[in-house]
């Protein structure tokens, strides 16, 4: 079965430091996976994905994210973080068996201080 | 665009009481979609419809039913509410049940408080 880890409830940074808000991933066969963002009283908006190639895939807002087959970790990155990046963010898989299912990590929360 | 359309956006039920949660979309989007949002539990699938005319279940789908009635609406029933069906619940779409790199589209929640 797929599965997606995000092993921190909460992540904290300064204004204009780098962010990374970390995911590890299972999954039978090439894995397609997704970075999504939730702000409050809103549904969730998405990022960027991995399909396969580039080991960097650059998203929305200046976000990136880096894969890393060996260590099966598909972590957020971004260079210098901004107040308005404090939201909630989803790793998530694409279930690649023949279904058509989406499975979400648990969330992790970014608090970006000014 | 309105993308994904959600309503209501907020409903208090009472134990044992009925309601539809409506969705539609206006992007021509094949496959959609029913999650619940729990605190510390991320998002679980409770039924999808990869084309119009078909429904399947998802991770919890006990409690629920679903119709897809046209391409553009997916609605989710909960004939007898019960305080543990409490939550957030989003309805998204896709583009192509078979393109498995394509995203979902949310809309933007309806919460729901059982009492």
């Known amino acids: 079965a797929q599965s997606v880890a995000q092993p921190e409830d909460q992540v904290n940074v300064a204004e204009g430091n780098p962010l990374t808000v970390k995911c590890t991933y299972s999954?039978?066969?090439?894995?397609?996976l997704f970075w999504y963002v939730q702000y409050p009283n809103r549904g969730l908006q998405f990022l960027l994905k991995?399909?396969?190639?580039?080991?960097l895939v650059k998203g929305s807002y200046g976000f990136e994210a880096e894969f890393n087959k060996s260590q099966t970790s598909f972590h957020l990155k971004k260079p210098s973080a901004l107040v308005s990046d404090s939201a909630l963010y989803f790793c998530?898989?694409?279930?690649?068996?023949?279904?058509?299912?989406?499975?979400f990590g648990a969330g992790t929360r970014l608090f970006v201080k000014a | 665009n309105a993308g994904v359309t959600q309503t209501p956006k907020f409903q208090v039920l009472k134990t044992g009481q009925s309601m539809t949660l409506q969705c539609a979309q206006d992007?021509?989007?094949?496959?959609m979609y029913w999650y619940r949002q729990d605190p510390g539990m991320g998002l679980r699938l409770i039924y999808y419809?990869?084309?119009?005319?078909?429904?399947d279940k998802g991770e919890v789908p006990n409690g629920y039913n679903v119709s897809r009635l046209n391409k553009r609406e997916f609605s989710l029933r909960l004939e007898s509410a019960a305080p543990s069906q409490t939550s957030v619940y989003f309805c998204?779409?896709?583009?192509?049940?078979?393109?498995?790199?394509?995203?979902?589209?949310f809309g933007n929640g309806t919460r729901l408080t059982v009492t």
């Open positions: 998204a779409s896709s583009i192509d049940p078979g393109s498995y790199n394509s995203p979902l589209h």
């Open positions: 999954v039978s066969g090439n894995p397609y």
């Open positions: 991995y399909i396969t190639g580039d080991n």
């Open positions: 998530a898989v694409r279930e690649n068996t023949g279904g058509f299912k989406t499975i």
């Open positions: 992007m021509n989007h094949n496959s």
């Open positions: 419809s990869a084309s119009e005319g078909t429904t």
